[in-house]
């Protein structure tokens, strides 16, 4: 699931999503979980796609986990 939102005063742009536990680690969801994950979108058709990432890989290919972030759940 997905929404956005922008915030015309702050100039900025929201986006939230929400993922399925299962889809990014094996082991239930719990406080002190390291992940490595990274989070991005593909805006427009080609040849003026944009790649945005959470973490950039520093390529066209953003199926690179050596570049992705880690993310720790917290209580």
Do not use: C
Not at 18 to 30: F, H, L, N, T, Y
Not at 36 to 52: A, H, I, K, M, S
């Amino acid at each position: 699931e997905v929404k956005a939102r922008v915030d015309s005063a702050k100039k900025v742009w929201i986006g939230e999503m929400r993922i399925p536990m299962d889809k990014i680690d094996r082991r239930p969801a719990a406080a002190g979980n390291l992940m490595r994950v990274n989070f991005y979108r593909l805006q427009g058709p080609p040849p003026d796609r944009v790649f945005v990432s959470w973490r950039p890989t520093g390529a066209k290919n953003y199926h690179i986990p050596e570049a992705f972030g880690s993310l720790k759940l917290e209580k």
